[in-house]
Each structure stands twice: as structure tokens, then as C-alpha cells.
């Protein structure tokens, strides 16, 4: 069965420092997500991509994030210059389409980011 | 804006016990409303789905009826087993031009032999 896929699946990264989180969603799916969850707090929406550009963002995703697909296979997520508060569970995800009837989204099993 | 509000956990429950979680949402449209579950090392699975007042979502012997009347969407089972032991969580996708999901925070099931 198609499963999202994420690296890598701890990350450890010291303050100040890019980090790059990758997600390779199922192949024949259109739109591509990223969540996060702060230990102890909601799954929270980031972003959402489709046909190469941001079709929508939260609060959240501000100048120091960036979504990209680089190659057609992976999607990553780039957070420039981390912060304590970054801390949390990403969570990729991919849809077969976007908007209207709501269809499923496929959730990658997640990576852990602590900023030190 | 929207909101999902769920029971805090963990919920322990021995096996074949009955089993509610509680979710409650706020949503100024039509949200459709989802139950996802997580189990230890996975990511998210899509458990059930309800897309207007009054649908039943059912998978797995697992239940949900969304209530318009009371804004909830409360997940139900008559008979649990110890591998449905995971996290548990309500969602709402708001509608229209939008496919992001508005998630609660999880409730941790632990059911004991």
C-alpha cells in the first residue's frame, strides 16, 4: 500500500541553525501539507502546496519557512534559523486533490525536531 | 476561528469495555469532520469521516454521528480490543476554497487485557 514517507525521523539541531525535514508523498497525489505538533498541544496546520506554488498558510508560516519540490518525488519543508519554541512533531501529509469535497489526506509518521 | 476541542487522556479501558471519546467543535460554516488515529511509530490513518449533520462515519466497529444540534462528533465503540490501543484525534475541515484540517489534541486509548 502507498505511504508517505519522512527523514529523517529525529533531528537534532542547535539554535540559529537551517534544517532541512524531507517528505516523499504518495506518487499520484496533487496537494501536500505540513503539520507540526508541540508536545502537549494541537496538530496544527502549516502550509499547503499544489502545482509548485503555497495555496495557503497559517500564522505559523512566517518568513523563516519555506516549502519546496525540488525534483517531483520529494517535498521539504526549510526552517532558516531555528528556534527554541520550533521544537515539535512535523507532519507531512498528501491529498489527491484540494478543495471542495474533502478528500483524505495521507499522514507521513512524522519527524521530530529538538532545537537545543 | 474554527475549533476542535476533544476529552483529555489517557483513557484506560480493559478489553472488550465500551469506549467514548468526547470531540466538540466550533466552525462559523459547514465543516466535514474526521477521526484520525495514530498508532505507536505511524502516522496519521484517516479512522472515520462524517461530511453533514447527521451522517454516521464507521470503520473498524468504531462510530461517530455528527450532531449539529450540540456541535459534536463523539467516537464510539461497543467492544475494544488491545490493538486499539493509540491516539485518537477529532478534526474539522472548514470548507469550501480549503482542505487544511483544524485538529484537537489527541486522546491516548490504553486498553489492558
Known amino acids: 500500500e502507498p505511504e508517505v514517507t519522512q527523514t529523517p525521523s529525529h533531528q537534532v539541531t542547535q539554535m540559529g541553525q537551517e534544517v532541512i525535514l524531507r517528505c516523499v508523498p504518495i506518487s499520484n497525489h496533487l496537494y501536500f501539507y505540513w503539520y507540526r505538533q508541540i508536545l502537549g498541544q494541537k496538530v496544527e496546520f502549516l502550509v499547503s502546496f499544489y502545482n509548485n506554488e503555497i495555496s495557503e498558510k497559517s500564522e505559523i508560516f512566517d518568513d523563516q519557512f519555506s516549502v519546496e519540490r525540488p525534483d517531483g518525488s520529494n517535498f521539504t519543508l526549510k526552517i532558516r534559523s531555528t528556534k527554541l519554541e520550533d521544537s515539535a512533531m512535523y507532519f507531512c501529509?498528501?491529498?489527491?486533490?484540494?478543495?471542495?469535497?474533502?478528500?483524505?489526506?495521507?499522514f507521513g509518521p512524522g519527524t521530530r525536531l529538538t532545537v537545543t | 476561528g474554527d475549533s476542535v476541542t476533544q476529552m483529555e487522556g489517557p483513557v484506560t479501558l480493559s478489553e472488550e469495555a465500551f469506549l467514548t471519546i468526547n470531540c466538540t467543535y466550533t466552525a462559523t460554516g459547514y465543516p466535514s469532520l474526521f477521526w484520525y488515529v495514530q498508532y505507536p511509530g505511524e502516522g496519521l490513518q484517516l479512522l472515520l469521516k462524517?461530511?453533514?449533520?447527521?451522517d454516521k462515519g464507521s470503520n473498524k466497529g468504531f462510530e461517530a454521528t455528527y450532531r449539529k444540534e450540540t456541535t459534536s462528533f463523539h467516537l464510539e465503540k461497543g467492544s475494544v480490543q488491545v490493538s486499539d490501543s493509540a491516539v485518537y484525534f477529532c478534526?474539522?475541515?472548514?470548507?469550501?476554497?480549503?482542505?487544511?484540517?483544524?485538529f484537537g489534541t489527541g486522546t491516548l486509548l490504553a486498553v489492558q487485557p
Open positions: 501529509a498528501s491529498s489527491e486533490a484540494g478543495s471542495g469535497i474533502p478528500y483524505e489526506q495521507y
Open positions: 462524517a461530511t453533514k449533520a447527521d
Open positions: 478534526a474539522l475541515s472548514p470548507g469550501g476554497a480549503t482542505n487544511k484540517l483544524i
